[in-house]
């Protein structure tokens, strides 16, 4: 079973930048299509961007569209999603996963499975 350990959040200023690493284990074969979901306080967990497999495609909610890029390191089982012009809007706990397909709006119906990390906080504050 996949297990993913996301790492790299923390408290930045508007306007700031954050690089996040999800590492993952307990791959037997290729790493699959992944993706980057959030969770704010008192809000449902929405899909933030996926990559596919090949990391040919990929794609991302409207509100980090030109701020938010996805990138993947198959040889270290490793998908990292570097956040420049943080906003306060953005604050939340993130994690990643596996998706069964990467696709607008990267909506939480493409999670493979009900498996999550600890996720890392992000906190974009003055």
């Known amino acids: 079973q996949l297990q993913f350990v996301e790492s790299g959040g923390g408290l930045v200023q508007p306007g700031g930048s954050l690089r996040l690493s999800c590492a993952v284990s307990?791959?037997?074969?290729?790493?699959?299509?992944m993706g980057w979901f959030r969770q704010a306080p008192g809000k449902e967990r929405e899909g933030v961007s996926c990559?596919?497999?090949?990391?040919?495609?990929?794609r991302y909610v409207d509100s980090v569209k030109g701020r938010f890029t996805i990138s993947r390191d198959d040889a270290k089982d490793t998908v990292y999603l570097q956040m420049d012009d943080l906003k306060p809007g953005d604050t939340a706990i993130y994690y990643c996963?596996?998706?069964?397909?990467?696709?607008?709006?990267?909506?939480?119906?493409?999670?493979?499975?009900?498996?999550w990390g600890q996720g890392t906080q992000v906190t974009v504050s003055s």
């Open positions: 996963t596996a998706v069964l397909v990467c696709i607008d709006p990267v909506p939480p119906s493409i999670v493979r499975f009900d498996n």
């Open positions: 990559i596919s497999s090949t990391g040919m495609n990929k």
């Open positions: 307990g791959v037997t074969r290729e790493l699959g299509a």
